[in-house]
């Protein structure tokens, strides 16, 4: 069992960062894969990144490459998400995942955060 909880959303503007964390419980955090997704209001769930348990391999989806990294230290259960450049488009809730593997589909993914909003103004 694995319990997420993210942090560090908040309003910023249009070519601002920030850098949203996901705290896990449990001992076996090292041994899930971990994906960012986000869902805005009206919208389906949308992949963002995704990182292998090791940290070596990653998936972005296109619209965020080059503007987001997906880093993970597992000595501190947790994985971030690095959001540069923003845009009023990325204005969502995001949450992060546990799963098997870093796959693009929600599916892949057993555990599930809270989720932390996140809004880009113009």
């Known amino acids: 069992q694995v319990q997420l909880v993210e942090s560090g959303g908040g309003l910023v503007q249009a070519g601002g960062s920030l850098r949203l964390s996901c705290a896990a419980s449990?001992?076996?955090?090292?041994?899930?894969?971990m994906g960012w997704f986000r869902q805005a209001p009206g919208k389906g769930r949308e992949f963002v990144q995704g990182?292998?348990?090791?940290?070596?391999?990653?998936y972005t989806a296109d619209p965020v490459k080059g503007r987001f990294s997906i880093t993970r230290d597992n000595s501190k259960n947790t994985v971030y998400l690095q959001m540069n450049s923003l845009k009023p488009q990325d204005t969502a809730v995001y949450y992060c995942?546990?799963?098997?593997?870093?796959?693009?589909?929600?599916?892949?993914?057993?555990?599930w955060g809270q989720g932390t909003p996140v809004t880009v103004s113009s």
């Open positions: 990182i292998s348990w090791s940290g070596t391999n990653t």
């Open positions: 449990g001992r076996t955090f090292s041994s899930y894969a």
């Open positions: 995942a546990a799963g098997a593997g870093y796959s693009g589909s929600p599916r892949a993914y057993n555990y």
